[in-house]
């Protein structure tokens, strides 16, 4: 599997641990505010091949104490499996990002041990998960079956909405909400814009707005903060 970014070390991917983040190519949406497009499109090249990460995830035992897979979203392949397998064998706790899409795999990573802590982005309230997704239709059935897999995994877990001023409102929190309802832990996360961000005209809501979205998931989720409002 090709690796398409390699962070050697962060504090802040993996709650709680010491790890490093390992970027996949290859995406199922397009979100028009993505900090990643050019791995969600595979126009980025990659930077190693598999076994030159093994090779660092050697040399680094007893150094990191997890490792954050992300993308792109790494389901888009069925390589995933192999690579969450040799990271796992070399006594590393993974963390894995998602956004949902594909259950099936998700479901055989639960099934076979090969996470320890799963991020799953929800995009938004049901009727604006396409608009928001950058595609013209999603499935919102494959997307509730992951939340429920999540949910009733017994894998430390947390969901997460990126949100922008454009394509939020109060009526989009309480979408979420109801996808979520019971969950252990949320976070809101106002969007940063970057360079890498394809499409101009996307701006973080204010910190009164975004306290009022909060207030709202607090009648939803247990735990429930605003990751990143800070500049973080």
Same mark, same amino acid.
């Given at each position: 599997?090709?690796?398409?970014?390699?962070? #050697?070390?962060?504090?802040?991917?993996?709650?709680?641990?010491?790890?490093? +983040?390992?970027?996949?190519?290859?995406?199922?949406?397009?979100?028009?505010?993505?900090?990643?497009?050019?791995?969600?499109?595979?126009?980025?090249?990659?930077?190693?091949?598999?076994?030159?990460?093994?090779?660092?995830? #050697?040399?680094?035992?007893?150094?990191?104490?997890?490792?954050?897979?992300?993308?792109?979203?790494?389901?888009?392949?069925?390589?995933?499996?192999?690579?969450?397998?040799?990271?796992?064998?070399?006594?590393?706790?993974?963390?894995?990002? +998602?956004?949902?899409?594909?259950?099936?795999?998700?479901?055989?990573?639960?099934?076979?041990?090969?996470?320890?802590?799963?991020?799953?982005?929800?995009?938004?309230?049901?009727?604006?998960?396409?608009? +928001?997704?950058?595609?013209?239709?999603?499935?919102?059935?494959?997307?509730?079956?992951?939340?429920?897999?999540?949910?009733?995994?017994?894998?430390?877990?947390?969901?997460? +909405?990126?949100?922008?001023?454009?394509?939020?409102?109060?009526?989009?929190?309480?979408?979420?909400?109801?996808?979520?309802?019971?969950?252990?832990?949320?976070?809101?996360?106002?969007?940063?814009?970057?360079?890498?961000?394809?499409?101009?005209?996307?701006?973080?809501?204010?910190?009164?707005?975004? #306290?009022?979205?909060?207030?709202?998931?607090?009648?939803?989720?247990?735990?429930?903060?605003?990751?990143?409002?800070?500049?973080?």
């Amino acid at each position: 599997m090709k690796i398409y970014g390699l962070q #050697k070390m962060t504090l802040l991917d993996f709650p709680g641990k010491v790890a490093c +983040t390992v970027f996949l190519g290859g995406c199922n949406f397009r979100c028009p505010f993505c900090h990643n497009a050019e791995l969600a499109d595979l126009s980025a090249p990659p930077v190693m091949e598999e076994e030159e990460l093994f090779d660092f995830l #050697k040399k680094r035992q007893g150094l990191l104490e997890g490792v954050a897979v992300t993308g792109g979203e790494p389901l888009f392949s069925d390589e995933i499996f192999g690579l969450l397998k040799e990271i796992k064998a070399l006594g590393y706790p993974v963390k894995l990002d +998602t956004d949902g899409g594909y259950p099936e795999r998700l479901k055989k990573i639960i099934d076979e041990k090969l996470a320890d802590y799963i991020a799953m982005d929800v995009k938004n309230s049901e009727d604006k998960y396409a608009l +928001t997704c950058g595609v013209g239709y999603v499935d919102m059935s494959r997307i509730r079956e992951s939340i429920s897999l999540i949910m009733n995994s017994g894998i430390q877990y947390e969901f997460r +909405t990126t949100v922008t001023e454009e394509l939020f409102d109060e009526d989009s929190f309480h979408g979420i909400g109801r996808l979520v309802n019971g969950a252990e832990n949320y976070f809101i996360q106002p969007f940063k814009d970057r360079d890498t961000v394809r499409f101009a005209g996307f701006s973080a809501p204010s910190s009164e707005t975004l #306290k009022s979205y909060l207030n709202i998931m607090k009648r939803y989720v247990k735990n429930i903060e605003i990751r990143g409002a800070d500049g973080s």
